[in-house]
């Protein structure tokens, strides 16, 4: 297999069936067994969604922005490894944010 190269400026934002209120994705790894699942995820300005976990560990790397939860905001250039099977969120955020979002299995899990 060869590697394997993406400019996400030549995509397209698209709706996110994953996330409610006017989010918007890129996808950049669809996931399977050579890499994770990965989106860039755009929320608006007045976002909002509810908690939830995973059956995998889910990364975040907030790229512009801000997003608040359970009452730590989480600005521009932090980076988050929330655990599987962990309940995250509520989720919200007053300026709009777009985060790098990884679903994975860390080696010891």
């Known amino acids: 297999m060869n590697a394997v190269s993406v400019n996400v400026n030549d995509m397209k934002w698209q709706a996110s069936e994953s996330y409610s209120g006017g989010a918007e994705e890129k996808v950049l790894s669809v996931g399977g067994s050579i890499a994770p699942r990965s989106i860039l995820l755009k929320i608006p300005s007045g ?13 975040h790397y907030v790229l512009e922005g801000e997003y608040e939860s359970k009452g730590e905001t ?16 509520p989720f919200a955020s007053r300026t709009g944010a777009i985060i790098l979002v990884t679903w994975c299995t860390l080696q010891d899990q």
């Open 47 to 59: 976002w909002s969604m509810d908690a939830h976990s995973h059956i995998h560990t889910e990364l």
């Open 74 to 89: 989480y600005r521009s250039g932090t980076f988050r490894v929330i655990p599987k099977a962990v309940e995250h969120g």
